[in-house]
């Protein structure tokens, strides 16, 4: 019986330190977003990189004083710029620009100020447009086409660090990798994939 209430006051004691250390946070983050197509192996086209904004909330729930689950909720203007040559061997160039509402779960391992993140995201395309800039007497001019087929949807891996100045404010850096081709309805044979590197910052509410 005595034996009985120990283990009993022991795994209270246990529970209350556990549920001592978890805490839940919500935050707001916005940055740069830097991003391209993956290169084919055509020799008359090449993608660059472009650069746009994202911005998103999120909820940081802190399980252990070194892991932290963090969903997060972001929109990400992203795309690529293309060069190519057309059918008269002449050099033309489209600005391709894909948004998507992008779902995540960041894993975060924080090591005193410094953190490392990994995790997945479900990339779902909101808004998506094609700009074409063609030669006119000299002065380029440009054509805009919206509602292209680009993929709806996209499965995406991201990987990155971050530092936090204090318990509120933090910036962070990642890349992440789209795995569903960006141009799977396209008649083309190759197939294109995201690649965007993101830094920016953070800012996390106290909640008493």
């Not at 932290?68 to 160039?93: I, K, M, S």
């Not at 779960?105 to 490392?116: C, D, I, L, M, P």
Request: with cysteine; aromatic share 16%; hydrophobic share 35%.
């Amino acid at each position: 019986m005595k034996k009985s209430i120990v283990v009993a006051v022991l795994c209270f004691f246990g529970l209350t330190q556990m549920n001592a250390q978890v805490s839940f946070r919500p935050g707001v983050k916005a940055g740069l977003n830097v991003s391209h197509f993956t290169q084919t192996n055509r020799t008359d086209e090449k993608f660059n990189s472009k650069t746009d904004f994202y911005a998103g909330v999120f909820g940081a729930l802190k399980l252990t004083k070194v892991y932290t689950l963090q969903p997060e909720l972001v929109y990400t203007r992203q795309g690529a710029e293309r060069e190519y040559f057309d059918q008269d061997n002449r050099r033309r160039t489209e600005d391709l620009d894909v948004s998507y509402l992008s779902i995540g779960v960041a894993n975060k391992f924080t090591f005193k100020s410094f953190n490392f993140q990994v995790g997945p995201t479900i990339d779902i395309k909101v808004n998506d447009s094609h700009k074409e800039i063609a030669p006119n007497s000299g002065n380029p001019s440009y054509y805009e086409f919206n509602n292209n087929p680009y993929t709806g949807i996209d499965f995406a891996f991201f990987a990155g660090v971050g530092y936090d100045f204090t318990k509120n404010f933090g910036v962070e850096a990642r890349i992440k990798k789209g795995i569903i081709p960006v141009n799977d309805s396209w008649d083309y044979d190759e197939n294109y994939t995201n690649v965007v590197f993101q830094v920016g910052a953070t800012y996390t509410f106290d909640i008493k």
